[in-house]
C-alpha cells in the first residue's frame, strides 16, 4: 500500500482547510445577509402598521363625503 509523503499530506491538509475556510466565508455572508433581511423585514411591518393606524385614524376623521369609494 502506498503512503503520502508528508509534503503531499500537508498540501492536501492546507488545500481543505482553504476550502473550508472558503466555505465558512460564504456561510458567514449567507448569515449577514439572512439578518439583514430579516431587521428590513421587521422594519417593513413595522411601517406597514404604522401607515394602516395613520390611514385608519384619517379615515375616521374625515366625513362621510370625504372618504374615497374604493377604500
Do not use: F, W
Not at 36 to 61: A, D, I, M, P, W
Amino acid at each position: 500500500m502506498e503512503r503520502e509523503s508528508p509534503g503531499n499530506s500537508e498540501r492536501s491538509d492546507k488545500r481543505k482547510l482553504a476550502h473550508l475556510k472558503t466555505a465558512l466565508d460564504r456561510v458567514s455572508a449567507l448569515a449577514a445577509k439572512i439578518s439583514v433581511t430579516q431587521q428590513l423585514h421587521r422594519q417593513l411591518k413595522c411601517q406597514g402598521h404604522l401607515l394602516e393606524y395613520y390611514v385608519t385614524s384619517k379615515k375616521k376623521r374625515m366625513s362621510v363625503h370625504e372618504i374615497p369609494v374604493g377604500d
